[in-house]
């Protein structure tokens, strides 16, 4: 092949540099993966000293470990229904209507998308313990992790009203004028034409608060108490006291889960293009 | 159809009381002036076609009577009662989009049944509707399909189902046939005449091809920059024209510029740099052109007429039924005539820029207003 788009790629400076890239972004998850599978006590131990799925099973059994999991699950499972509803709700506000002072209303939305997440783990840690607004941590399971549920959908909705949004910068409006001429109420428009349209947003943007929600440190620390620890949260406390592959094990799970549902994600935002 | 039931047509039409009038509207967007103060009576059971180039206010007027848009002044009314703050979804007229937007997540069946559900309609009604609707279309054996399975013109189909399935005393299509491809749109075009007699149903259409216009309206409306030019059937604006606006718009013509105008009551007697002094009965005010038809040319060795010239050949273009010629003037101006059969043949066989006689009548002259 002579002179194409891509030409570049057959220069070995960059062959290197992706390489190179490829290498710095990937080996220490492979390398995380592969000694889940060490047969080792200590997970910081680089020698491999033969394959075992022990540490699966040990992080199975171990209660905490499966506890915080739920407790990450539930979280994710209610601030993404949360979080999907009021991002769809932005989406549609900024999208269909025009009000004073609406480029400051879209900034403000998108603010939690790029301010630091350890300011808004300390502003929310010390929103909650100031207004007295907080659920306390003795509250029965799952009313206890309702701080947290807060918090993660303040974090996550400007996430899915942004994927929302794109989506629905495809509908073309004459699907809602031509269902107002065969005789339906804007409200049926909505229901009927509009939220269709919006399904894989709705899905892709769910599945991304989900993710965030599911694997989010920062934030959730600072407003967890010691009755609400998230998965995150108790690996990061179980790699204080040992390192055994039991974290890398768990790891690999957490990994699987955000990769399948990216995945999933991906193949739902892309039909649409096609379609355009 | 044949020669007299286009007159029973055309006269029965005239007698009908109009279905859509508007009355002395106007739409403005900020400073600019959409349509301007536009009267207008649609009779009941007319194929009514609105043309124009875009932007000439076609759609917006469209979308007045389909209830999109509101007139910054004046009146819509539909079957006698007034309509102009009415929103569409409580108008009895329904709408053929140009994309035709037909619900992608909806099969054949649910788009069409869509208007009846959202008034309510019992479901044994709805399914004999819809089953009526789709045989019209014939798309019966489509009923389950999804859009993304059916062809452009398919979608159409959907579409006019879909509209015409809420018996709507006025059925609107914008720019319908656009979208299709040239062959289909032929079709398509005897198929909405068809169709329209079959069911008596008014059709306003919007498009900016005059061929389409011509081949489907009882009555075309050319607009131009948001005020109507006139509104007459296809062969009186053929014939007829307004003003040389219409003229070069609906098919082909040559103007020519006159040297000196004379007037004399009605009439003048106009000298171009072309012909010599004529004398035409009716002059319209103003500034005025001449109009002459390219078939009204007559060329070769035997052509006669009031107007004689010699012109040289420039292009011509075999077109199948006739050929489109090419002439110079001695003026300098170059002219389009059709010739068809022999003459098409003679002229074919002859080298360009050989001189060729030609010839026409003063009287397929038309003095018009110049638009």
Known sequence: MSAGPFQYARKTSMRTMFLLATIFLYAPIIVLIVFS?????????IVWRGFTTDYYVKAWNNASLIEAFANSITIAVISTIFATVLGAMTAVLLWRWRFPAKPVYEGLVALPIVIPEICMGVSLAVFFASTGLSIPPEAPWPLNLGNIIVAHITFSFPFAAMVIRTRLQSFPPEMAEAARDLGATEWRVFWDILIPHMVPGLIAGALLAFTLSLDDFVITFFTSGPNTVTFPVKVYSMLRFSVTPEINAASTVLILMTLVMTFIAIRLQKPTEMAQ | MSEPTLKKRALRLRDAKPIVEIRNVTKRWGSFLAVDDISLDIAEGEFFAMLGPSGCGKTTLLRMVSGFET????????????????????????MVFQSYAVFPHMTVRKNVAYGLEVDRVPAAEIKTRVDEALALVQLSQFADRKPDQLSGGQRQRVALARALVKKPRVLLLDEPLSALDAKLRDAMRLELVKLQQQIGVTFIMVTHDQDEAMAVADRIAVLHKGRIRQVASPETLYQRPADAFVADFIGRTNFFEPKSVRRAGAGATVETAETAALAFDRVPEGDITLSLRPEKVRIGPEAKGDVTL?????DVAFQGENSVVELHLPSGRAILAFVAGDAAATVGAMEEGSAIPVAWNA????????G
């Open chain 2, 71 to 94: 007139p910054s002044e004046g009146e819509v009314r539909i079957g006698g009662e007034d309509m102009t703050w009415v929103p569409p979804n409580k108008r009895p007229v329904n």
């Open chain 2, 363 to 370: 009287s397929d002259m038309l003095p018009l207003a110049r």
């Open chain 1, 37 to 45: 599978f060490n047969d080792s006590r200590r997970g910081g131990n």
């Open chain 2, 310 to 314: 010699q012109a040289r050949l420039g």
